[in-house]
């Protein structure tokens, strides 16, 4: 008869053969319940990923070797840092945490029930998993929220003394260096290159937080999950070249719109 071990090994070797899986799920989750910055800015989005599979390889090494529960890899901190440099919010971060706890003991469950036909060890097997992941995420956040905080902060400083130094160089007279370059590495020059380089480079992510802002307003209230489709139709609008009218004209015949609103009259 197998051993406790012996089966959880089992377990995380299925779990390990659909690792790619197992992100795609867990990228699915993040995309209705985290921030839109996760996956509209490249660098915030690919660092997201890289941390993502590391994190699942470190918890499957370390729950088939029976070792200690480790420190978080090299790529959630690095993962923390780039989300402070974007602006992206910490508690968007944690949450991307809670998705892959459940999506893995989720995916655990199902492979259980597959490995493990015996009902008392599949129990206790359980309760080691359980166990398990609760004590990652109670070790990896911490170090992960003071690498956020950490380099949140020294941007907070880098842009006061930029601002400190453009007013001492503008009270004195001197010229005053307008040029820029964005996270991507595109370089732009004055308000006219950055008119340019969103235009070029972010028109699709500022028609969309346009329409969600405008929705927004419309509807007094946050814009949720299931306004995704009036969103896809104001911002279709919109890139057609048919204006901001259009897209108050979706707004308005919506039914979002039309029940809010029909709401205030009634007794």
């Known amino acids: 008869m197998r051993s406790d071990h012996q089966a959880l090994a089992a377990v995380v070797d299925a779990l390990a053969a659909q690792e790619d899986q197992l992100v795609e799920r867990m990228l699915a989750r993040m995309r209705d319940e985290v921030p839109e910055s996760f996956f509209s800015d490249p660098a915030v989005y690919q660092a997201g990923v890289d941390s993502i599979y590391q994190n699942l390889r470190t918890i499957l090494v370390a729950l088939r070797s029976?070792?200690?529960v480790p420190e978080p890899p090299s790529g959630a901190i690095a993962?923390?840092?780039v989300d402070a440099q974007s602006g992206s919010p910490l508690d968007g971060l944690i949450q991307s945490y809670r998705i892959g706890h459940s999506v893995i003991w989720?995916?655990?469950?199902?492979?259980m029930d597959a490995w493990i036909p015996d009902v008392a060890m599949r129990g206790r097997v359980l309760r080691l998993v359980s166990r398990f992941l609760f004590a990652y995420i109670d070790r990896v956040v911490p170090p992960i929220v003071d690498a956020y905080e950490q380099e949140r902060d020294a941007q907070f400083r880098d842009r006061e003394q930029r601002k400190r130094r453009l007013v001492r160089d503008l009270i004195?007279?001197?010229?005053?260096?307008?040029?820029?370059?964005?996270?991507d590495g595109s370089e732009f020059d004055g308000l006219d290159g950055l008119r340019d380089y969103l235009l070029a480079k972010k028109k699709d992510v500022i028609v969309r937080l346009f329409c969600r802002r405008l929705l927004g307003y419309a509807l007094g209230r946050s814009v949720a999950l299931s306004d995704t489709a009036l969103l896809d139709a104001m911002a279709a609008e919109l890139e057609g070249g048919r204006g901001v009218a259009a897209a108050v004209e979706a707004?308005?015949?919506?039914?979002?719109?039309?029940?809010?609103?029909?709401s205030e009259y009634e007794e």
């Open 251 to 262: 707004v308005v015949r919506s039914p979002q719109f039309r029940t809010v609103r029909g």
């Open 66 to 68: 029976g070792r200690e």
């Open 172 to 183: 004195a007279g001197l010229p005053i260096d307008t040029r820029a370059r964005a996270k």
């Open 79 to 81: 993962e923390a840092r």
């Open 106 to 111: 989720e995916a655990a469950m199902d492979e």
